[in-house]
């Protein structure tokens, strides 16, 4: 087993600041995207904002335009324990280094390698001294020179590098199956949209359209309210002595159904839901992020708790994918957003808004044909993701034994430890 050695991040490691942009050449949509805390996930790891990226039109120094590769820092903590976080940008030529991000250079390869760094940085020992030092009341920030002051220590650079694999190879198998969750979506989300939004659903070609007040519908569609077409927050009883999983607004996705409960609690307030039910955010500024969940992770016929900050929607005359991917359709959730009321700064949805939502109701055969079809891509996603939630577990219990040499990397089978969710 190598020796490990006491010194500074800054004996090896040098931390760049990034360019102050302008908002002036923010866009929605470009060539280029400025990379931010929100592309930082809180663990470690680069988070797709898809859809809420910040594209620039600017001119770019070259300097600040990164490669595929780079590991950055995220030095002002937008939310809570993410000060310190660092991610690997995935492609070159693509983002933006912003001034609130520092950009990770190797000084000196034969005493650090900058995979082992990356994985170092997220782990506590690291962490904690970075949130120790920081400055600032309500944003806490952190600064190049407070980085490299961080004390660590360091085994030759081999053992650095047969650690950084193994952790590596763990997070190259959760991006993979990240990436198989988002394509499932999509799939099912394309078939939704070309079924009941531009109506080419399997035999379409036979049926006339009439006309309806949203517009021409397919004959035999009906056009009614949400509340008819789905029950809104349903009446489920439930014993409050009885500790139940509890999913709060932060456990909610903006771009995907995955939703897991982060504790337990016991009680009768707040949202009740099953499995199958579509949780959507109901506060600003959730809801015009995109915040939807899709109930998935309960045991068969467990009834779950949740914040009061999003409603609970199920079927009545519809599924229930039918009734989650209309609740991330835009002309739905522009509708809810319009309905809002209360204080300017934590406006809400009230849930009777939906018995003036119109919207289109497919024949009952139609909405049973699509379940059978994106029912089990859903349940597909789902899995992938408990599958993630394993091997992420698997990560966070290594890392930070292999950062700090209490594991000998040489002895660990990585194919031993994953088999059990392979």
């Known amino acids: 087993m190598s020796e490990w050695r006491e010194t500074t991040l800054g004996e090896a490691l040098e931390v760049r600041h990034g360019f102050a942009f302008k908002g002036e050449h923010f866009r929605d949509k470009g060539d280029w995207i400025v990379l931010t805390p929100g592309n930082f996930h809180d663990q470690g790891?680069?988070?797709?904002?898809?859809?809420?990226?910040?594209?620039?039109?600017?001119p770019v120094p070259s300097a600040y335009l990164l490669s595929k590769g780079d590991v950055v820092v995220?030095?002002?903590?937008?939310?809570?324990?993410?000060?310190?976080?660092?991610?690997?940008?995935?492609?070159?030529?693509?983002?933006?280094?912003?001034?609130r991000l520092g950009l990770l250079r190797v000084a000196d390869l034969e005493k650090l390698d900058l995979r082992f760094c990356y994985h170092l940085m997220n782990a506590p020992i690291v962490r904690q001294q970075i949130q120790a030092t920081a400055t600032g009341s309500k944003v806490r920030h952190t600064a190049p020179e407070r980085i490299r002051d961080v004390r660590v220590r360091l085994p030759d650079v081999a053992t650095q590098h047969l650690a950084a694999g193994?952790?590596?190879?763990?997070?190259?198998?959760?991006?993979?199956?990240?990436?198989?969750?988002?394509?499932?979506e999509q799939m099912a989300q394309a078939i939704y949209r070309e079924w009941f939004v531009h109506f080419r659903y399997p035999g379409h070609e036979d049926a006339a359209l009439v006309d309806s007040p949203l517009g021409p519908i397919p004959e035999g569609w009906e056009v009614i309210t949400s509340s008819e077409l789905?029950?809104?927050?349903?009446?489920?009883?439930?014993?409050?002595?009885?500790?139940?999983?509890?999913?709060t607004m932060g456990d909610l996705r903006e771009w995907s159904m995955i939703c897991f409960p982060s504790e337990k609690k016991a009680g009768s307030s707040g949202s009740r839901f099953q499995n199958g039910d579509t949780l959507f955010a109901r506060i600003t500024p959730c809801l015009e992020n995109g915040k939807t969940g899709y109930v998935h992770s309960l045991l068969p016929n467990e009834i779950g708790r949740?914040?009061?900050?999003?409603?609970?929607?199920?079927?009545?005359?519809?599924?229930?994918?039918?009734?989650?991917?209309?609740?991330?359709?835009?002309?739905?959730?522009?509708?809810a957003i319009k309905s809002m009321s209360g204080a300017s700064g934590r406006q809400r949805v009230r849930k009777e808004c939906f018995d003036s939502f119109l919207t289109t109701a497919p024949p009952v055969p139609l909405a049973e044909n699509f379940e059978q079809v994106a029912g089990p891509t859903l349940a597909m996603a789902y899995s992938l993701a408990r599958e993630n939630q394993h091997l992420a577990g698997i990560r966070d219990l290594l890392l930070p034994k292999l950062v700090t040499g209490q594991i000998d990397v040489?002895?660990?089978?990585?194919?031993?430890l994953t088999e059990s969710v392979a």
Do not use: C
């Open 45 to 58: 790891g680069f988070k797709h904002k898809s859809g809420k990226e910040k594209y620039y039109d600017g």
């Open 74 to 99: 995220a030095m002002t903590e937008q939310t809570h324990g993410l000060l310190g976080s660092t991610a690997t940008v995935p492609a070159g030529d693509r983002y933006l280094h912003n001034q």
């Open 166 to 184: 193994i952790l590596d190879a763990l997070d190259d198998l959760i991006e993979n199956n990240r990436r198989r969750v988002e394509l499932l």
């Open 230 to 247: 789905l029950a809104i927050n349903p009446r489920m009883p439930l014993d409050r002595t009885v500790e139940r999983p509890f999913i």
């Open 306 to 335: 949740g914040s009061t900050e999003f409603i609970v929607l199920r079927g009545r005359r519809v599924g229930p994918a039918f009734t989650y991917w209309l609740a991330r359709e835009d002309d739905f959730r522009a509708q």
């Open 410 to 416: 040489s002895q660990l089978a990585l194919d031993a």
